[in-house]
């Protein structure tokens, strides 16, 4: 049996495999920045939340004085 062969399909296999880890990082990084954008954006609504909480508070307090 020609080992050459088998040694080809072996680089084949070798390539094919780095070639899929490359693109499986690249789908874990988009999905780490989108997780990473949503826990940004989830704190500044809270942040929004708290602000609007705040001038409803102030607005409350004027209209009684």
């Keep these: 049996r020609d080992r050459s062969v088998s040694?080809?399909?072996?680089?084949?296999?070798?390539?094919?495999?780095?070639?899929?880890?490359?693109?499986?990082?690249?789908?874990?990084?988009?999905?780490?920045?989108?997780?990473?954008?949503?826990?940004?954006l989830e704190n500044n609504v809270q942040t929004a939340f708290s602000r609007i909480d705040e001038i409803r508070g102030a607005l409350h307090e004027h209209q009684e004085a």
């Design 7 to 40: 040694r080809g399909l072996g680089d084949v296999y070798k390539r094919q495999l780095s070639y899929r880890l490359e693109q499986l990082e690249r789908k874990v990084e988009k999905h780490n920045s989108v997780v990473e954008r949503t826990f940004q």
